[in-house]
């Protein structure tokens, strides 16, 4: 059985790719995460998203796609998305549960990939940084040299890394408590492979966007809450839920951008100091 995709592109000159993270959902449609109910803030998200022209090339989803765990969650989340009927790759984050994510979809048709060969000149990488019970991540060393191996396995095409947990500082300080903890190592590693355009990750509930080394790196928001950037302590936006588009061009350069919902139904409890 293969261990990666390989995926023609709609247009010869871009990939297209929509990120999706943070869902946080339930098995129960009337729980709410922090004042908001997540599974109608995903379902919006989907049918806003779907009265655009849905011609993504790849679904990228960056984990906690579940709050409780729970089997039905994942069918939550995988019924709507094999609504675009779009090959999706997903990752953990720190609040799965592997064992049911992983069972879900692959009966829903999503088979865990962590390597895409999108069209003729890109490589999409997907890392674990899950530290099961921790809310901070780390990349294995397994993970490190699994990286290692497909950029030289690869070393013709453009190379992006979506991962869950942020390996840059965000400017929140009770988030970058939970940061990957060896960015430093990881970070290392990136600098030896020029190959390396974009890293991505979710986690930090908020758009965030600097360059690091010779990459452009961004998280995107979550489907569900967003957290107030640049807080010392725990704090809550009213931003709306969102996701972001990637563009990947075939000189290697990138277009994205951020949306989020055009009418925002969904308030948060800012009276909470923490979940």
């Known amino acids: 059985m293969k261990t990666y995709l390989s995926l023609p592109t709609k247009n010869n000159n871009k990939a297209k ?34 009265q655009y022209p849905c011609d993504f090339d790849l679904i990228v989803a960056t984990g906690d796609l579940v709050q409780d765990g729970s089997k039905n969650g994942y069918h939550r989340f995988a019924n709507s998305i094999n609504q675009f009927l779009t090959p999706c790759v997903w990752l953990l984050g720190n609040h799965d549960v592997y064992a049911n994510m992983k069972t879900v979809f692959e009966q829903q048709k999503l088979p865990e990939k962590k390597v895409v060969l999108l069209g003729d000149k890109w ?6 940084s899950q530290v099961e019970g921790k809310a901070f991540g780390k990349l294995s060393q397994t993970e490190l040299s699994f990286l290692s191996l497909t950029l030289e396995e690869y070393p013709d095409r ?28 990881f970070g290392e590693l990136v600098k030896q492979h020029e190959s390396i355009k ?31 950037p640049s807080s010392d302590n725990f704090s809550l936006s009213y931003d709306a839920p969102g996701w972001r588009i ?17 009418e925002n139904i969904f308030m948060p409890d800012t009276s909470q100091n923490g979940y």
């Open 198 to 228: 974009s890293i991505a990750w979710g986690h930090i509930h908020q758009n965030f966007e600097k360059t690091w080394h010779h990459c452009r790196v961004f998280s995107t928001p979550s489907t569900c809450i967003q957290f107030k």
């Open 158 to 185: 453009f190379a992006m890394i979506f991962l869950h947990h942020h390996p840059v500082m965000s400017n929140c300080r009770w988030l970058d408590q939970h940061c990957l903890k060896n960015s430093e190592e």
């Open 246 to 262: 990637i563009e990947l061009n075939a000189d290697g350069e990138m277009d994205t951008k951020v949306y989020s919902l055009n």
């Open 17 to 50: 790719i929509l990120h999706i993270t943070d869902t946080h959902l339930f098995a129960d449609d009337s729980n709410s995460l922090l004042g908001i109910r997540t599974n109608a803030s995903f379902n919006a998200v989907i049918d806003e998203i779907k």
């Open 123 to 128: 490589l999409i990488i997907l890392l674990n």
